[in-house]
C-alpha cells in the first residue's frame, strides 16, 4: 500500500530567474540604449555639421630655383612648377641659391577658392606641413587650422583680409617651440638651431617657449627673438617703412583716367616714364592700375601691348620735406623689398642693354662732396654739394638662350634675377649698404620708382617697400620671465 502513495512533482528552478524582474531588466536596459543612441547620434550629428573639418585646398609654387619635396614615407623628388600638397609635406628650397623660392597657398573651396593664408619659402630653408583644416560646413563654427611644422630658415607669412571666419596659423621650431598668427597680416618667421624669431609687420601673433617662459605677444612693427639656449625673449624693433603706401593701395579704385590709369596713393605714376626724358612720342603708351592677378590677389598691374619699342611703365615717390630726401646715416640696415608676378614679356631677358626689365626699382641716394682731405665742399652760396648715386635692380621671368644679351645693365651692381613667370615672388635686395665701398655709403635717400621696360610686358605687383633698420635690437630687450 505504501508504494502506491503518489508523491509531489519535484518543482525544478527556472534558470532564467523571476520572469517580471528579467523584463525590468530589459525594459531599462533597452531605455539606456536608446537614450545612448540619441545623445551620440545627437552630439555625432551636431560634431559632423558644426565641428568637424576636411583639408584645405593646398598648392605649391615655385617662384626661382628648384625646389625639393618629400611627401611622408617617399623619397624627396624636384619640383619647377606647380603641384598640390597635402599634410606630411616637407618643402625645402635650394641650399646654394638663396634666390630660389616657392610658395606655398592655402585656400577655402567653400568659398569661391579663395586663398586664406600665403606662405613664402625662402632661399635656403625648409617646412613642413602638418595640417591645413578648414570647417566641413560654411555655417560650422570652427577656425581656419594651419600648423607649419620643423622650420629651418626663413618664411614670409600673408593672412588675407576679411575671412568669413578666423584663423590659427602655427608655425613651429624643430625644438616644438611656436609662433602663433591670429589674425590677418603679414608676418616673417625665422628658425634656427638656437632661436626662433618673429617679426610683426601687421597683424597680431604670440610667440610660445618652454612652459616657463610665459607667452609674449609681438606688438606689430616689432620683433621677437627667443633664444633657446637662455629661454628668454627679447623684443625690438623690426625696421622702418621709409614709403608710404608700400602695399600701392589704389585710391578709390575704378576711378581711372581717360586711358584707364589709376593711381596709387603716395606714388606719381606715368605711362611712359622715358618720355620724362627723351621727349619722344613712343605709342602704344602703357597702362597702369588695380586689378585683381590671375591667382586672385589684389595687385596693381603694369601692362603694355602692341608694341615694337621701348617705353617704361611704373610709379615714383620722392621722400622728406620738398623732396629733399631723409637721412639714413642713422641706419645699420637699409634694404628694398618688392612682390611681384611676371606674366607675360617679349623681350628676353631685360632686353639688350639689360635695361628693359618686366620689373626694374630705381633708388636715388645722395651724399656729400669732399675733397681728398675729407673736407666738404660747397657752391657760391657756401652751402654743401651734393651727388646722386643710384641703385638699380631688374627682374625677369623669360630667358631665350640662344639670344646672349648682358643681364646686367651698365650701371648695375649685380646681375638682373630671374624667375618663373606665372609665380609670386618676392625679391629681397639685402643690405643696400653693402653695395657701396665701405667709407662711402650714402647719406641721404632721394627717391624709390619702380616700373616695367621694355616692348610688351605684363606685371603684377603688391608690394614696394624701402625697408631700414637702426639696429638688430633694441637697447631695450625684455626677458619674457621678469613679466610673469
Known amino acids: 500500500m505504501a508504494e502506491n502513495v503518489l508523491q509531489p512533482d519535484e518543482v525544478t528552478p527556472d534558470i532564467f530567474g523571476n520572469p517580471t524582474r528579467i523584463a525590468w531588466s530589459v525594459l531599462v536596459g533597452s531605455f539606456i540604449v536608446f537614450c545612448l543612441i540619441c545623445t551620440a547620434s545627437t552630439l555625432g550629428t551636431y560634431y559632423y555639421f558644426f565641428e568637424s573639418s576636411v583639408t584645405l585646398t593646398t598648392a605649391l609654387q615655385v617662384g626661382s630655383g628648384t625646389i625639393g619635396v618629400r611627401e611622408a614615407n617617399t623619397a624627396e623628388q624636384t619640383a619647377t612648377g606647380l603641384r598640390y600638397i597635402d599634410a606630411g609635406t616637407t618643402v625645402r628650397t635650394d641650399q646654394t641659391n638663396t634666390l630660389s623660392q616657392a610658395s606655398i597657398t592655402f585656400r577655402d573651396p567653400n568659398n569661391a577658392d579663395r586663398a586664406v593664408s600665403v606662405v613664402t619659402v625662402k632661399g635656403d630653408s625648409s617646412v613642413q606641413l602638418l595640417y591645413a583644416r578648414r570647417p566641413r560646413f560654411r555655417w560650422g563654427t570652427g577656425l581656419y587650422r594651419i600648423h607649419l611644422g620643423q622650420l629651418s630658415g626663413e618664411i614670409d607669412v600673408t593672412v588675407a583680409d576679411e575671412l568669413i571666419r578666423d584663423v590659427e596659423l602655427v608655425i613651429s621650431s624643430s625644438q616644438g617651440h611656436e609662433v602663433r598668427i591670429l589674425e590677418s597680416g603679414r608676418y616673417l618667421v625665422e628658425g634656427t638651431a638656437d632661436q626662433l624669431i618673429l617679426t610683426n609687420r601687421d597683424g597680431v601673433a604670440i610667440m610660445l617657449g618652454e612652459e616657463s617662459v610665459p607667452p ?45 590709369n589709376e593711381y596709387p596713393s603716395g606714388w606719381v605714376c606715368s605711362n611712359d616714364l622715358q618720355n620724362e626724358i627723351s621727349r619722344e612720342n613712343r605709342l602704344p603708351k602703357g597702362n597702369h592700375r588695380f586689378e585683381i592677378s590671375p591667382d586672385g590677389r589684389e595687385s596693381f598691374r603694369l601692362v603694355r601691348e602692341g608694341a615694337n619699342n621701348n617705353v617704361a611703365t611704373g610709379c615714383r615717390q620722392n621722400f622728406g620735406d620738398d623732396d629733399e630726401g631723409i637721412d639714413v646715416t642713422q641706419y645699420n640696415e637699409l634694404f628694398v623689398q618688392m612682390t611681384l608676378y611676371v606674366d607675360s614679356q617679349s623681350l628676353s631677358g631685360c632686353g639688350q642693354a639689360a635695361s628693359e626689365c618686366p620689373l626694374m626699382v630705381r633708388i636715388i641716394f645722395e651724399d656729400l ?54 609665380a609670386w615672388y618676392i625679391y629681397d635686395s639685402g643690405d ?51 613679466d610673469s
Open 216 to 260: 609674449r605677444s609681438i606688438p606689430i612693427g616689432g620683433r621677437g627673438v627667443y633664444d633657446i639656449g637662455e629661454g628668454v625673449i627679447e623684443i625690438g624693433t623690426a625696421f622702418d617703412n621709409l614709403t608710404v603706401n608700400s602695399e600701392l593701395q589704389v585710391f578709390r579704385p575704378g576711378e581711372a583716367d581717360i586711358a584707364g
Open 369 to 422: 662732396l669732399r675733397d681728398e682731405q675729407g673736407n666738404i665742399l660747397t657752391d657760391e652760396d657756401d652751402q654743401p654739394r651734393y651727388q646722386e648715386r643710384e641703385f638699380i635692380q631688374g627682374v625677369y621671368g623669360r630667358l631665350d638662350p640662344m639670344v646672349p644679351w648682358a643681364l646686367r645693365c651698365g650701371t648695375c651692381f649685380q646681375d638682373h634675377v630671374r624667375i618663373y613667370p606665372d
Open 432 to 482: 643696400l649698404f653693402d653695395f657701396f665701398p665701405s667709407g662711402e655709403r650714402p647719406e641721404r635717400v632721394k627717391s624709390i620708382e619702380f616700373y616695367a621696360s621694355g616692348h610688351n610686358y605684363d606685371v603684377y605687383v603688391n608690394e614696394v617697400a624701402l625697408l631700414a633698420r637702426q639696429q638688430p635690437m633694441l637697447d631695450e630687450t625684455v626677458n619674457a620671465q621678469s
